[in-house]
């Protein structure tokens, strides 16, 4: 399998930024995301979400979705290919 990525800015995943966005509107943690994630049923841990933010780390489609579903926003917006939450 091959994986791509951003090569100018060396981003990951798309998701990253939008989703630190998100996550300091609700005024929470990584960690308190993260154990809310956990808590829904999903493997997530502080350095996940934090290697997410930081573009780092490549992100899988169901974790997508699992972001999206606890942000209320649609997939699109997450990935940046909608403006409106």
Known sequence: MKIYWNKENNSKNLIGQR???LRTEKHISQK???EQLQL???EFSDL???LI???TRF???YEVVS???F????CEYLLGVKKEK
């Open 19 to 21: 989703g630190k966005e």
């Open 32 to 34: 308190a995301l993260a």
């Open 40 to 42: 829904a049923g999903y």
């Open 48 to 50: 996940t979400v934090l």
């Open 53 to 55: 933010e930081q573009e």
């Open 59 to 61: 992100v899988p489609d």
């Open 67 to 69: 972001l999206a579903e």
């Open 71 to 74: 942000f209320h926003v649609s």
